[in-house]
């Protein structure tokens, strides 16, 4: 989920320019999505998840507390995402497999130097295009995984939301905290002030995490950085 988030937001900032090159490296991200949602049990983890969220939500229903207004919002939101997924026919992206000179372009995109204008005459042809024109396919030709980047968005959202954030403090570079037993987390959060120039190395199982501070050489060496640092850490479930 968080591989496909990374590809659905590098795809909508490219799409958003107009460079020929910037929109080249749009479709190769578009190839991408197709590579990790093509799992043919993908959309039916999300429906699931999607389902499993509405009926939590639910449940809370005439409980004390409870702004009805906002979780009536929310459970829109979460059925929405959840139609839109079904409603799409088949595999994920198999209206782009049917396309016969998308996936001629796909063929030779991993081929270094295989997308040249004298391979791919008209892909080329496309690529002088005006932005506008070109932008213009790259939305439609994403169109059809759009249900499917609602969902990621609106799950990783609230799986986001679900930890409290709290400061902790690594000792000479070195973070551990024992997790509770019965209690699975899904997600962990760090927030540490960029200017530190500090690298995270974050490791974890069920009863522990472990989170080392490292440093950057010259060289591209990482190193154990040997000052204390307070950061702030959520875990979400």
Known sequence: MLRLEHLF??????????AALDHHFALVTLFEILDVASRADLKSDLLKELEKHKAQF???????GVDEARLDEVVARIDGAFQRLNALAGKTGVALTGNDWLMSIRSRISIPGGTCEFDLPAYY??????PVRRRKDLMSWAQSLMPMAEALQVLLGMLRDSGAPHKVAATAGQFQQSLAAGRVYQLLRMRIDPSLGLIPEISGHRLMISIRLMRQDEEGRLKLAQEDTSFELALCQ
Do not use: F
């Open 58 to 64: 639910n449940a809370y229903r005439g409980s004390p």
């Open 9 to 18: 937001d590098r795809l909508g900032t490219l799409m958003a320019r107009e």
């Open 125 to 130: 042809n496309w690529q002088q295009m005006l």
